[in-house]
């Protein structure tokens, strides 16, 4: 049995991957249990690699030191390439202000730090580990960790300490701030609910159907294309005419509208009303009715975009009605219904609705590939290729003015930024980043599991005296100051001036705080999805800022 001792006592690869296989395993499970009905997932693996450490079950320091670095760069990219197709798009309309908002509990949450470590003398690294359990964002602890050891060639044990005992308060006083807004203000959730149309009327570019009867005299003998020249600033797509009751035909540029003529047209949603006062008025007749017309040989399919050849063309350029006499009405991406413009650039995995004969639909699948088997082969040339473009990017010097040791993105910003990049516009140039989301889930819980083991396990001799003799305590109530401030002053800000809605409100400030629990009290509470828009739109720039907020604070150490 000396195997098995060796195995369990030693110092290998082997022993080192079993404790943390142990130590991930029972994080996973533990982290389900339910205390008032929050739980804490994941980051439960922390505690039971600390625990572990603390019995003395530890590992090689070199294993942990790998794990813990590729985790983080598995954790981040996946990340990134989640939050990239809708970064840049966060900024447009009200996400703007939203972004803006979220923003600045990071910079309050920094300025905290800063600020406490002044008043309390406590090491920077220390408070920036304490400032990112109080805010539950581990990317910015792997940020602050990779910054201190570029810069100093060293590691400090405080920064996970600091992390781990702010956490689990940093949890519940983001719900409680949530909660404070709320009764600060005496919010109504029965009237918040009814202004949420309010808010879905800002998502124009989502797709809806309507049938129309032509009853305007301005468009009697007009061609489609005349009239899409007319609505130029309207997005929509006359997808079938029925005349006369008895034949219903695809629609081209070329059709001409006459009175009393049946259509089904596709637009934005924003541009639904327009459509209908010019065109004429609307007639209750759905979907599956225009599918069961009698002399129909018309068909409507979802095809899906497999072929990588295909990957950032315009749906315009494949001149797909003119070969084949069929209509796209719909693009589905990311499970949002966009019309189908011309000018829209095509990505894999999207889902186009496809009207014309059978056999024309057929042919029209062919080109765009519709083979979910190749859809599920994984495209690791994007992944490993923007790994390795990431840690080159990481480990760029930058030299800002007024700091005299350079910056660099680190492991943690470098993956994270290029990541945002190849998924917003890596079509642009043919490569193919399309993963799914079972895939990519897999990706970054694998990685944070990795990360979050290794530094418990690299800490967790020192936590008992940290929290005993070394004024543990004390740094959680400087974590709730850093959770609680920020968020109240945004939230009375969001509330009062900017009138946000408490559903929006509840999103943005869960998003500002990148915490999934926050949010699933969110969604409860409201009993919608409006929480889970706001907090998916700051929730990249947020990401990216609270990585940027721990590495700058890091930094500013050196110089002081």
């Not at 670095?69 to 309309?93: C, N, R, T, W, Y």
């Not at 404070?180 to 949420?196: D, H, M, P, T, W």
């Not at 599918?291 to 063309?313: A, D, W």
């Amino acid at each position: 049995m000396d195997w098995l001792q060796e195995l369990l006592t030693g110092k290998g690869v082997a022993h080192s991957i079993l404790v943390l296989s142990v130590a991930i395993s029972l994080g996973i499970q533990l982290g389900k249990i339910k205390l008032l009905g929050i739980s804490i997932g994941m980051t439960f693996i922390l505690f039971v690699s600390i625990v572990l450490s603390h019995w003395g079950f530890t590992a090689d320091k070199e294993v942990l030191h790998f794990f813990k670095d590729f985790g983080l760069i598995l954790f981040v990219f996946a990340v990134g390439m989640q939050v990239g197709p809708s970064f840049f798009s966060s900024f447009k309309e009200g996400g703007m202000t939203l972004n803006i908002l979220a923003s600045s509990v990071v910079l309050l949450g920094g300025g905290l730090t800063l600020l406490l470590h002044f008043v309390t003398d406590i090491s920077m690294p220390t408070m920036v580990g304490i400032m990112s359990g109080a805010v539950t964002n581990t990317p910015g602890l792997g940020a602050a960790q990779q910054a201190f050891g570029d810069a100093t060639g060293q590691t400090d044990e405080t920064i996970v300490l600091g992390y781990a005992v702010a956490y689990p308060l940093g949890v519940i006083g983001i719900i409680l701030s949530i909660l404070f807004v709320r009764y600060a203000f005496g919010v109504n959730l029965q009237k918040e609910a009814e202004k949420i149309a309010e808010v879905e009327a800002q998502h124009t570019h989502r797709a809806t159907s309507l049938s129309l009867e032509v009853k305007n005299p301005a468009i009697f003998g007009k061609t489609v294309k005349q009239i899409s020249e007319l609505l130029s600033h309207s997005e929509f797509i006359i997808s079938r005419i029925l005349r006369n009751e008895t034949q219903e035909d695809l629609v081209s540029n070329s059709t001409v509208l006459q009175e009393n003529d049946k259509i089904l047209v596709i637009a934005a949603e924003g541009d639904v009303e327009v459509i209908r006062t010019f065109i004429g008025k609307e007639i209750s007749m759905s979907n599956e009715e225009w599918m069961e017309q009698k002399h129909s040989q018309l068909v409507s399919r979802r095809i899906i975009v497999t072929k990588p050849e295909l990957n950032g063309k315009r749906l315009g350029d494949l001149q797909l009605r003119n070969m084949y006499g069929v209509n796209i009405t719909r693009i589905n991406r990311s499970g949002i219904d966009m019309v189908a413009m011309r000018g829209l650039s095509l990505q894999m995995g999207d889902k186009l609705t496809v009207v014309g004969t059978k056999e024309a639909v057929k042919k029209t699948g062919e080109v765009l590939g519709n083979s979910m088997r190749r859809l599920n082969e994984p495209n690791l040339i994007a992944l490993f290729l923007g790994i390795g473009l990431g840690v080159l990017l990481g480990s760029i010097p930058w030299q800002i003015p007024g700091i005299p040791q350079p910056v660099k993105l680190g492991l943690a910003g470098g993956p994270l930024v290029v990541a945002i990049l190849i998924s917003s516009f890596g079509y642009k140039y043919k490569l193919i980043t399309y993963t799914t989301q079972g895939a990519l889930l897999m990706l970054r819980e694998v990685g944070i599991s990795l990360f979050l083991a290794c530094v418990g396990l690299e800490a967790g001799d020192s936590f008992v005296d940290t929290i005993v003799n070394r004024g543990g305590l004390v740094w959680i109530g400087y974590g709730v100051i850093i959770t609680v401030i920020p968020l109240l002053i945004v939230g009375t800000v969001g509330r009062l001036y900017y009138k946000l809605n408490y559903f929006t409100l509840m999103g943005l400030l869960a998003g500002s705080t990148t915490d999934p629990p926050a949010l699933a009290y969110a969604n409860a509470t409201s009993g919608n999805g409006v929480p889970a828009v706001s907090y998916a739109t700051v929730y990249p720039v947020t990401m990216f800022l609270r990585v940027l907020m721990a590495q700058l604070l890091i930094l500013l150490f050196r110089t002081l």
